[in-house]
Nanobody, 127 residues
């Protein structure tokens, strides 16, 4: 069964850090682009960060640049989102998604381009 499972969410104070994990089964991340999205309460799902097929490129939304990093552990078939200096506005359900692509430099930011999603993990930043 092909599936993605996110973990690592939780409650953190402003300025704190969390590391989200996205583990895949039935799909090898090295052959797919992977993206992290989030959906704040009452809002649409938005792109946060992504890593291209093979890990040749990364991309971040402007509001998280310099605070978030994305990385891949091919042996564990897991993609991580390291989130530092968290802000109140980072509160959301975070989802990872993947899609098949032949390009190694492009990372889609439209959730409609992704064909497999995890169940999501809640991140709450609150004092």
């Amino acid at each position: 069964q092909v599936q993605l499972v996110e973990s690592g969410g939780g409650l953190v104070q402003p300025g704190g850090s969390l590391r989200l994990s996205c583990a895949a089964s039935g799909r090898t991340f090295s052959n797919y682009a992977v993206g992290w999205f989030r959906q704040p309460p009452g809002k649409e799902r938005e792109f946060v960060a992504g890593i291209s097929r093979g890990g040749f490129a990364t991309r971040f939304r402007d509001s998280v640049k310099g605070r978030f990093t994305i990385s891949t552990d091919n042996k564990k078939n897991t993609v991580y989102l390291q989130m530092n200096s968290l802000k109140l506005e980072d509160t959301a359900v975070y989802y990872c998604g993947t899609y098949s692509t032949s390009t190694i430099w492009v990372i889609a930011t439209d959730p409609g381009d992704y064909d497999l999603w995890g169940q999501g993990t809640q991140v709450t930043v609150s004092s």
